[in-house]
């Protein structure tokens, strides 16, 4: 049974082998591709896995390079999960399908979705991600000959509007832009949102030199060097005001890191508004490494210039990317309590979680849930998860020192010594154990896996451990917690300043040497035991291979 609405179907016929929809004149010419040897192995990708799901280690399997990651990543539909009352059992044209990632996530979700894409080898790579949804119809033609006679709850343009002066065409004077937002509207139905993601032309990782994401160019955006038949992207306020100009009067804005392709964290206007009372910068600068279209070499500190951002108000007009619902006056608004949706999604399906920060009336809270609460745990797990609610607590996450210390000229082991010398203490008061008496071997309660820098909350004098979500059943031996403090706190850092001997780059080399300015003489055969007890735990978590040792311990800090 076809789900999509009336209005469409007598345009096009049903080619039953690959589930396309054609137009009954035949596939229509579209330039727009990944390369034809990419989208023949992302065919074959999802041909060969049973489980295609938004969620499937089988698809995540088949992560290799960036063009899969991009169609394979779970994390891409973490852009819609905060938007899912919009869609859920509501008919959704998505305009640009691509090879399908966010259909399959629609569908999932309950809407009634028509995928319209203009390359017919991307179609049939849409159509097979969605194989077994009977609320999905997926078709091969261009925006501007679909039938205008159907109408749609929802249109999306995630990641097209970029491209309308290229691929758009239409007749009139206006920009294509503007032609096809004009478009988008006609779609709706009265109270029908259109859902838009595209990049910042003045995203703040642009100014720190981040490639032009279309054309591979750093600073292009910026100097606005795009042309009136090219790519394009706007700043907030061109976007706002060209939005209206098409109709478009009400708008939500939404902010995705790193970007809208592969979110973490979804910040709502409303969290923008709230840099006053609560701090979420550590969700944008923890998104920095997140990013797998880094610059070989960053201008500055997007880790540090992040938090300047927010607490200045100035982080959704620089946000990397925007995520907008816009409609009519008679718009559906979402929950203006909500600040901002973190998911953590690149696990096991049975870890896999959402975090949502709301403003209550005594202050912000923060609450869980897991994505998959029916994945029942693996018999002979040695890993356990558990969540937990409660109040966001004021102070500085210790993470952020390291950035500071990392980011000053000439810094030294001395230094990045000192900052870990604090979280020894504070994990050592939370323990009840001497300075003196603390070991390598000395095993602690496995629930404190995760007492580590960027979950210790300092105040002051006074610290405090949140988000402790993994227990390690066995127990952790203090080394394993001092390797999990400092060498996950330097992989999380997109780059640092010059240090005062270029040998101290090599992560594993530092580590080593921290640890030894600690007083702790953290041998080389003690790194790699510690490493490989690690990849166990990773491996546990996400399902996938870790870092080797070896690119471990040769892994270098990016020094600008």
Same mark, same amino acid.
């Given at each position: 049974?076809?789900?999509?609405?009336?209005?469409?179907?007598?345009?096009?016929?049903?080619?039953?082998?690959?589930?396309?929809?054609?137009?009954?004149?035949?596939?229509?010419?579209?330039?727009?591709?990944?390369?034809?040897?990419?989208?023949?192995?992302?065919?074959?990708?999802?041909?060969?896995?049973?489980?295609?799901?938004?969620?499937?280690?089988?698809?995540?399997?088949?992560?290799?390079?960036?063009?899969?990651?991009?169609?394979?990543?779970?994390?891409?539909?973490?852009?819609?999960?905060?938007?899912?009352?919009?869609?859920?059992?509501?008919?959704?044209?998505?305009?640009?399908?691509?090879?399908?990632?966010?259909?399959?996530?629609?569908?999932?979700?309950?809407?009634?979705?028509?995928?319209?894409?203009?390359?017919?080898?991307?179609?049939?790579?849409?159509?097979?991600?969605?194989?077994?949804?009977?609320?999905?119809?997926?078709?091969?033609?261009?925006?501007?000959?679909?039938?205008? @006679?159907?109408?749609?709850?929802?249109?999306?343009?995630?990641?097209?509007?970029?491209?309308?002066?290229?691929?758009?065409?239409?007749?009139?004077?206006?920009?294509?832009?503007?032609?096809?937002?004009?478009?988008?509207?006609?779609?709706?139905?009265?109270?029908?949102?259109?859902?838009?993601?595209?990049?910042?032309?003045?995203?703040?990782?642009?100014?720190?030199?981040?490639?032009?994401?279309?054309?591979?160019?750093?600073?292009?955006?910026?100097?606005?060097?795009?042309?009136?038949?090219?790519?394009?992207?706007?700043?907030?306020?061109?976007?706002?005001?060209?939005?209206?100009?098409?109709?478009?009067?009400?708008?939500?804005?939404?902010?995705?890191?790193?970007?809208?392709?592969?979110?973490?964290?979804?910040?709502?206007?409303?969290?923008?508004?709230?840099?006053?009372?609560?701090?979420?910068?550590?969700?944008?600068?923890?998104?920095?490494?997140?990013?797998?279209?880094?610059?070989?070499?960053?201008?500055?500190?997007?880790?540090?210039?992040?938090?300047?951002?927010?607490?200045?108000?100035?982080?959704?007009?620089?946000?990397?990317?925007?995520?907008?619902?816009?409609?009519?006056?008679?718009?559906?608004?979402?929950?203006?309590?909500?600040?901002?949706?973190?998911?953590?999604?690149?696990?096991?399906?049975?870890?896999?979680?959402?975090?949502?920060?709301?403003?209550?009336?005594?202050?912000?809270?923060?609450?869980?849930?897991?994505?998959?609460?029916?994945?029942?745990?693996?018999?002979?797990?040695?890993?356990?998860?558990?969540?937990?609610?409660?109040?966001?607590?004021?102070?500085?996450?210790?993470?952020?020192?390291?950035?500071?210390?990392?980011?000053?000229?000439?810094?030294?082991?001395?230094?990045?010594?000192?900052?870990?010398?604090?979280?020894?203490?504070?994990?050592?008061?939370?323990?009840?154990?001497?300075?003196?008496?603390?070991?390598?071997?000395?095993?602690?309660?496995?629930?404190?896996?995760?007492?580590?820098?960027?979950?210790?909350?300092?105040?002051?004098?006074?610290?405090?451990?949140?988000?402790?979500?993994?227990?390690?059943?066995?127990?952790?031996?203090?080394?394993?917690?001092?390797?999990?403090?400092?060498?996950?706190?330097?992989?999380?850092?997109?780059?640092?300043?010059?240090?005062?001997?270029?040998?101290?780059?090599?992560?594993?080399?530092?580590?080593?040497?921290?640890?030894?300015?600690?007083?702790?003489?953290?041998?080389?055969?003690?790194?790699?035991?510690?490493?490989?007890?690690?990849? @166990?735990?990773?491996?546990?978590?996400?399902?996938?291979?870790?870092?080797?040792?070896?690119?471990?311990?040769?892994?270098?800090?990016?020094?600008?």
């Amino acid at each position: 049974m076809l789900a999509s609405p009336a209005g469409w179907k007598g345009a096009y016929s049903f080619n039953g082998m690959d589930r396309v929809w054609v137009p009954i004149s035949g596939e229509v010419a579209f330039s727009y591709t990944d390369g034809t040897e990419t989208e023949r192995q992302l065919l074959e990708s999802v041909r060969a896995v049973s489980d295609r799901s938004v969620l499937s280690m089988e698809i995540r399997q088949q992560i290799r390079d960036w063009p899969t990651r991009y169609h394979f990543s779970p994390r891409r539909a973490n852009l819609l999960r905060p938007l899912l009352p919009y869609f859920e059992g509501k008919d959704v044209l998505e305009v640009g399908a691509g090879c399908g990632a966010i259909s399959r996530f629609l569908g999932e979700s309950g809407a009634r979705v028509v995928a319209l894409e203009g390359s017919g080898a991307r179609a049939r790579i849409t159509a097979a991600r969605c194989k077994g949804l009977g609320n999905v119809d997926v078709v091969a033609d261009v925006f501007q000959s679909f039938p205008v @006679e159907a109408r749609f709850d929802v249109v999306t343009l995630i990641g097209v509007l970029e491209y309308a002066r290229i691929f758009f065409a239409h007749s009139g004077e206006d920009d294509p832009v503007d032609a096809m937002l004009q478009h988008a509207r006609r779609f709706l139905r009265p109270g029908g949102v259109l859902i838009l993601a595209i990049e910042n032309q003045l995203g703040l990782k642009y100014f720190a030199g981040c490639l032009e994401d279309h054309v591979s160019v750093p600073m292009f955006g910026i100097q606005d060097l795009y042309s009136e038949n090219g790519v394009v992207t706007f700043g907030k306020q061109e976007l706002v005001t060209r939005l209206q100009a098409s109709g478009f009067v009400s708008q939500s804005w939404f902010y995705p890191f790193p970007d809208y392709k592969l979110p973490t964290s979804v910040v709502t206007e409303d969290g923008m508004a709230a840099h006053s009372t609560v701090d979420l910068s550590p969700l944008m600068s923890a998104s920095v490494v997140a990013d797998s279209q880094t610059p070989p070499r960053f201008l500055f500190s997007l880790e540090q210039a992040w938090g300047v951002v927010y607490r200045n108000g100035l982080a959704g007009d620089l946000a990397n990317s925007f995520l907008v619902v816009a409609g009519g006056e008679d718009m559906p608004r979402h929950d203006p309590n909500v600040l901002v949706h973190h998911y953590s999604v690149e696990r096991l399906p049975r870890f896999s979680k959402a975090v949502m920060i709301r403003q209550g009336e005594s202050g912000a809270r923060v609450e869980s849930r897991l994505l998959c609460p029916q994945s029942a745990a693996a018999p002979g797990d040695r890993l356990g998860l558990k969540l937990a609610d409660g109040d966001f607590l004021a102070g500085s996450l210790w993470q952020k020192e390291l950035f500071r210390a990392l980011n000053k000229q000439n810094w030294s082991v001395g230094e990045l010594a000192l900052w870990a010398d604090i979280w020894v203490g504070h994990l050592l008061e939370l323990i009840s154990i001497e300075r003196q008496s603390i070991g390598l071997d000395t095993r602690i309660d496995g629930c404190l896996l995760d007492a580590v820098p960027r979950n210790l909350l300092v105040n002051g004098i006074a610290g405090q451990f949140i988000d402790l979500e993994w227990n390690w059943k066995e127990g952790v031996e203090f080394g394993h917690l001092l390797y999990r403090a400092i060498m996950l706190g330097l992989l999380s850092v997109g780059s640092v300043a010059a240090p005062c001997d270029p040998c101290l780059l090599n992560a594993g080399n530092l580590f080593v040497a921290v640890c030894r300015e600690l007083g702790f003489d953290f041998s080389w055969e003690r790194f790699e035991r510690v490493h490989c007890l690690e990849r @166990e735990i990773q491996y546990q978590v996400n399902g996938v291979e870790w870092i080797r040792f070896d690119e471990i311990a040769g892994y270098r800090l990016s020094a600008r």
